[in-house]
């Protein structure tokens, strides 16, 4: 079992970048690919990025070339690096785990194929 954490959220303007942290209890972090979600009020969870445990990233269209996916091990901590903010980026950004026995496995954008959640960090950008 692991337990999520996600800090580093919140009022930017219209055009400005931020990097939200996800940290992750327990020893086998590595044994984890990692999603970041976003739900903004109103609206559907949706899918942002994952990180494979090889490190292979898929991105969501609409944040593709703004947004960067990292993760160290040795932190247990997965950060989503945001540039060039829009207001459509408001929202709670949540980030997701999923152990996968293959290094390469991505558990794609349905919520329903991760097994571990955060409650989130909120995220609000002004035009």
């Known amino acids: 079992q692991v337990q999520l954490v996600e800090s580093g959220g919140g009022l930017v303007q219209a055009g400005d970048s931020l990097r939200l942290s996800c940290a992750a209890s327990?020893?086998?972090?590595?044994?984890?690919?990692m999603g970041w979600f976003r739900q903004a009020p109103g609206k559907e969870r949706e899918f942002v990025v994952v990180i494979t445990r090889s490190g292979s990233t898929y991105y969501a269209d609409s944040v593709k070339g703004r947004f960067t996916v990292s993760r160290d091990n040795a932190k247990n901590t997965v950060y989503l690096q945001m540039k060039s903010l829009k207001p459509e980026d408001t929202a709670v950004y949540l980030c997701?785990?999923?152990?996968?026995?293959?290094?390469?496995?991505?558990?794609?954008?349905?919520?329903?194929?991760?097994?571990?959640w955060g409650r989130g960090t909120q995220v609000t950008v002004s035009s």
């Open positions: 327990g020893r086998t972090f590595s044994s984890y690919a």
């Open positions: 997701a785990a999923r152990r996968t026995y293959s290094h390469d496995y991505a558990p794609g954008s349905a919520t329903r194929n991760y097994n571990y």
